[in-house]
Nanobody, 123 residues
Framework: VQLQASGGGLVQAGGSLRLSCAAS????????MGWFRQAPGKEREFVAA???????YYVDSVKGRFTISRDNAKNTMYLQMNSLKPEDTAVYYC??????????????????WGQGTQVTVSS
C-alpha cells in the first residue's frame, strides 16, 4: 500500500489544520493506522492511532485538540488538529499496519509510511 500525506501548512497558534492520508494499492479497511510527528532536532513521536473498527488513541499532549478518523470508502485517514500550539510544529507522517484490530504506538509495528507533511504553528 502507498500512503500520501497532505494538508500541512503554516498556521497561527490557536488555528486549525486537517491532515489527510490517502492510500492506494490496497484498501485500508483492515489496517490499523497512525499519525506520528518529528520536530526539528527531536525523534519521531507517536501522535494518534485508529483501529480498523475506528477505536482511537492519542498521546496526552494532543488529547482534546486532535481527532483522528478514517473514511474507508475514500481509503483515507484524517487528523483534525484544533487549538494548535507552536510545540505542534513538526513533520507529520501517516502510517499503516496490517497487524490486527488494535491501536499501536510503536513505529516498528507500522510497515507502511507516507512521505510526511510539514505543519508550522507560529506564535
Amino acid at each position: 500500500v502507498q500512503l500520501q500525506a497532505s494538508g500541512g501548512g503554516l498556521v497561527q497558534a490557536g488555528g486549525s489544520l486537517r491532515l489527510s492520508c490517502a492510500a492506494s494499492g490496497r484498501t485500508l479497511a483492515n489496517y490499523a493506522m497512525g499519525w506520528f510527528r518529528q520536530a526539528p532536532g527531536k525523534e519521531r513521536e507517536f501522535v494518534a492511532a485508529i483501529t480498523p473498527s475506528a477505536s482511537t488513541y492519542y498521546v496526552d499532549s494532543v488529547k482534546g485538540r486532535f481527532t483522528i478518523s478514517r473514511d474507508n470508502a475514500k481509503n483515507t485517514m484524517y487528523l483534525q488538529m484544533n487549538s494548535l500550539k507552536p510545540e505542534d510544529t513538526a513533520v507529520y507522517y501517516c502510517a499503516a499496519s496490517i497487524s490486527g484490530n488494535y491501536y499501536y504506538t510503536e513505529e516498528v509495528v507500522y510497515g507502511y509510511w507516507g512521505q510526511g507533511t510539514q505543519v508550522t504553528v507560529s506564535s
